[in-house]
């Protein structure tokens, strides 16, 4: 047990990253963690990575979101475990999206589904209680452009509406990121639609119409009802707050 105190503070770790913590070799490093595997201080969470067990709780010392940014150097939360991350979540999903270089096939552990995204490129990444999580800008473009995968609009939606405010010039750096006109068309009219909350200047609108698709598209691929937006060169419902209500208020 002398030990587990150095572990306790790693929280999660790889075998050499304990080796180098203790200060000893490889082969030391891993006759510990055979010890404490058996003894349950312990767990294997994926090949070559172990989360550390509170002796009291019987539970990781770490949370889901703290150990899917510690997966990898690199890593850090995206989409919708991000807007948890936040306080922005309408829910809690038993799923983590963990954006990363390096490719690994999704594995669960406690419970919880880790899933890799690809990673954009020169992007604001906050840390939050030691979890590494992309901005909340950055958090919301991601999860538009990836809404029929990930979440699905109206989930979405009702995150966005939870965020006190968005920076335009942070979105548009975001969506310029994505290199789609289709996501331009998509962030315009949501943006939009929700604008008498966003807040969101003129200018931000004007430029996203600068960038959009010259193709006709659908909002969502499940298109019941939509009507057509010139400006946005999209199909979509005519009013988005019907998602979120399913039509119980009145928003016109």
């Known amino acids: 047990m002398k030990n587990y105190e150095k572990v306790v ?12 913590k203790l200060n000893c070799c490889i082969p030391t490093a891993t006759s510990l963690i055979q010890k404490y595997l058996k003894n349950g201080y312990i767990e294997r969470v994926r090949r070559d990575l172990y989360a550390t067990i509170s002796i009291e709780t019987k539970q990781p010392i770490l949370t889901r ?3 899917g940014s510690k997966l990898f150097d690199d890593a850090y939360l995206s989409h919708h475990t991000a807007f948890e991350v936040y306080g ?12 990363t270089n390096t490719r690994f096939a999704d594995f ?21 209680n030691d979890t590494k999580v992309s901005s909340v800008e950055q958090t919301v473009i991601d999860s538009i452009s990836d809404m029929e995968k990930i979440a699905g609009l109206e989930e979405i939606l009702r995150c966005i509406l939870l965020i006190p405010s968005l920076n335009a010039e942070k979105l548009l ?9 289709f996501v331009f068309q998509k962030c315009g009219y949501i943006f ?12 931000f609108f004007d430029e996203c119409a600068k960038h959009i698709s010259n193709s006709k598209r659908y909002l969502t691929k ?9 400006k946005w060169k999209l199909y979509a ?9 399913k039509g119980v208020n009145n928003y016109n």
Not at 192 to 203: A, F, G, M, R, V
Not at 222 to 230: A, D, G, K, M
């Open 192 to 203: 939009e639609q929700l604008n008498s909350t966003l807040h969101l200047p003129e200018s």
């Open 108 to 128: 669960t552990y406690d419970g919880v589904l880790y899933h890799r995204t690809s990673p954009k490129t020169n992007i604001l990444v906050n840390k939050i």
């Open 237 to 245: 419902p005519e009013n988005i707050y019907t998602i979120i209500d």
């Open 222 to 230: 499940e298109h019941t009802n939509y009507i057509w937006y010139e």
């Open 9 to 20: 503070e790693l929280g999660c770790f790889s075998l050499g990253e304990l080796a180098e």
């Open 88 to 99: 922005y979540a309408n829910q809690v999903f038993y799923e983590a999206y963990v954006a």
């Open 65 to 67: 979101y703290q150990i």
């Open 173 to 181: 750096d975001a969506i310029k990121k994505c290199n789609n006109g």
